[in-house]
């Protein structure tokens, strides 16, 4: 079943990728008024909107849009959460409650509430739907991450290394961190 999924993600990735090669023209163009509002035909898989504009050509680039916001906004969560559980984990006390109490503020509101939020506070684009998304996956990251440091702080091999006499973040980047990649 994963395999499916997997095919079919690839094949929305490589489709648009290849929109300006699989689209008949420019997602804005309207060449094809007198056929406003047809529906599907050989000429027009998805039909033409109201506008006269390929519905399929403005799929394809829409999923540009989409997907870039999706991968943005996921490269921003799971950066972000690495680095501050991992640094409240790592140092504790003061720090660590700073961002446990913050992480639990806005674990308690919606996401979509959280999202909402931020979009309120930018100016709106694509890149600011990008980072009101990417904040609101962000605590759920940071609780996890941090929940697997102090998990795997606590094993042989931490206590080893600390007796060694290395450092707080080298055990942190190097013993820890690794042991975490696949939940992160």
Known sequence: MKWLG??????????AVLAPV??????TEQPYREFALD????????????????VLTRMLYGARVTLGIALG??????????VLGAAAATWRGW??????????????????????????????????????VGISNLPAIV????????????????LAARAVGAGQWRVAVVEILP?????I
């Open 73 to 82: 906004a996921t490269l921003l969560a799971v950066a972000g959460g690495v």
């Open 39 to 54: 529906g599907p035909s050989a000429q027009h898989w998805l039909g033409v909107d109201g506008a006269g504009r390929d």
């Open 179 to 183: 042991n975490c990649g696949a939940l």
């Open 95 to 132: 720090f660590d409650a700073v961002v446990t109490h913050v992480v639990d503020f806005l674990l308690a509101f919606p996401s979509i509430l959280l999202g909402l939020v931020v979009l309120t506070v930018m100016k709106p684009s694509p890149v600011s739907v990008t980072i009101a």
């Open 143 to 158: 609780r996890q991450v941090r929940a697997a440091f102090f998990a795997e702080s606590a094993k042989q091999y931490v």
């Open 22 to 27: 699989l689209g008949k023209h420019a997602p």
């Open 6 to 15: 997997a095919g079919m993600l690839a094949v929305i990735v490589l489709a």
